[in-house]
Every structure is written in structure tokens, then in C-alpha cells.
């Protein structure tokens, strides 16, 4: 029994361990995001069907996107689209119904644009989703080895 308490501990050091690896990463995305500058972007044709979800990939999905002007295209016969006519969610522009329903849109936006420091935390933070999966097995072999220290005691008995 004296040797599975030095494997307890050394179960509950490591899930400390990862606990405190997994907040320093999430606040290190969160000071890499605080770090990025907004960058505007002035008249970008972008091909968006009407009712349907666009999203703009360039912008980080942490922080909600501003736009700025929205056109029904962009050829000589514009309109001018209010925000009535879409919504925001992020970097996610959903559009309404809107005539005439062209499927190229003029649009100036801003918005924190990825970099490469989001760009690797983001990637470290996405590869760990691996690491919650494992505890469960972690966990199994543990009791499995409690269980066949009981057996062998007490057969010895």
C-alpha cells in the first residue's frame, strides 16, 4: 500500500501540473491577442450569399469584428446596406435577405488580424484537446493497479 501512495501523488502532481500548463497557455493567447494592432481593410469584394454565414478568416474569432460600410455589390449600381440588413457574431457576417441578391459584396471592415503568436498558441491549445481524453485511462490503470495490489496481499495472506 506504501508504494501506491507515492503513485497517488505522483498522479495528482501531474494533473497539477497540466492544470497550471493549460491557464498559463490560455493567458498566453490572451496577451497575444491583446498585443495585435486592429488592421482595416477598405473595399474587399468578398463573395457572400445572401442568408448565409461568411467569416472572415484573416480576423482573429476571439473579438468581435466592426464594419464599416457594406455594399450589395460592387458595380456602378451599389446600395449602400444598413445593419439591419446583417449581423455580427465574431468574425462571422450573416447577411439577409437583400435585392438585388448579387453574390459579390463590397465591404470595409476591421478587425485584429492573426498572427504568428495567436497563430501558435492557438495550435498548442487545439493539440492538448488530447490530453483530457487520456485521464480517463489514466485513472483505469490506476484503479487496476490498486486492484491487483489488493489481490496479491491478500492471496499472500
Aim: proline letters at 2%.
Amino acid at each position: 500500500m506504501e508504494q501506491l501512495g507515492g503513485l497517488a501523488v505522483g498522479i495528482v502532481a501531474l494533473a497539477i501540473i497540466l492544470t497550471i500548463a493549460f491557464l498559463v497557455l490560455s493567458e498566453g493567447k490572451e496577451q497575444a491577442v491583446g498585443m495585435i494592432d486592429t488592421t482595416s481593410f477598405a473595399n474587399s469584394t468578398k463573395t457572400i450569399a445572401n442568408g448565409t454565414d461568411f467569416i472572415f478568416r484573416d480576423c482573429i474569432d476571439d473579438e468581435v469584428m466592426a464594419v464599416t460600410q457594406l455594399y450589395n455589390g460592387s458595380g456602378a449600381d451599389t446600395v449602400l446596406l444598413t445593419s439591419d440588413n446583417y449581423t455580427i457574431a465574431t468574425n462571422v457576417l450573416t447577411l439577409n435577405s437583400i435585392h438585388p441578391s448579387t453574390a459579390s459584396k463590397n465591404v470595409s471592415y476591421s478587425c485584429k488580424v492573426r498572427d504568428e503568436a495567436y497563430n501558435s498558441t492557438e495550435t498548442l491549445q487545439n493539440a492538448t484537446n488530447d490530453v483530457p481524453g487520456w485521464i480517463p485511462i489514466v485513472v483505469i490503470t490506476f484503479i487496476g493497479a490498486i486492484l491487483l495490489s489488493l489481490v496479491a496481499r491478500f492471496r499472500r495472506k
